[in-house]
């Protein structure tokens, strides 16, 4: 069973939503599908990242939600090798911070 755990959304300001129009415009292939602009613009869009912490350093960062899901699919929740400690033995790992305030705080 899934365990529940925050996702941090937030509304692109209309400076991000014309970057990225800019950039998606640059990086388009010709088989990309156009974009109106002013749809574009006039959408709201969602920015969604992660609050992820280890379990056994201090190390903790926010990722990209996206990515995150798309790397730890089925598991109970995310469950990533922490960059600072995870290589070591007993190393740590990057959980959601609710669940590390829960199940992993001393
Ligand atoms: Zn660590």
Redesign the pocket.
């Given at each position: 069973m899934p365990r529940k755990f925050n996702i941090i959304r937030r509304k692109l300001t209309m400076e991000e939503k014309q970057e990225r129009l800019k950039f998606y415009n640059m990086a388009k292939m010709p088989w990309d599908p156009p974009v109106d602009p002013i749809e574009f613009l006039n959408r709201e869009i969602y920015d969604e990242t992660i609050h992820l912490k280890?379990?056994?350093?201090t190390?903790d960062e926010i990722a990209d939600y996206e990515m995150i899901e798309e790397i730890t699919f089925g598991m109970e929740y995310p469950m990533l090798d922490?960059p600072?400690?995870?290589h070591k033995k007993n190393?740590?790992t990057?959980v959601p911070i609710d669940i590390y305030e829960s199940d992993f705080k001393k």
């Open positions: 280890c379990t056994k350093c190390y922490c600072e400690c995870g190393g740590g990057l």
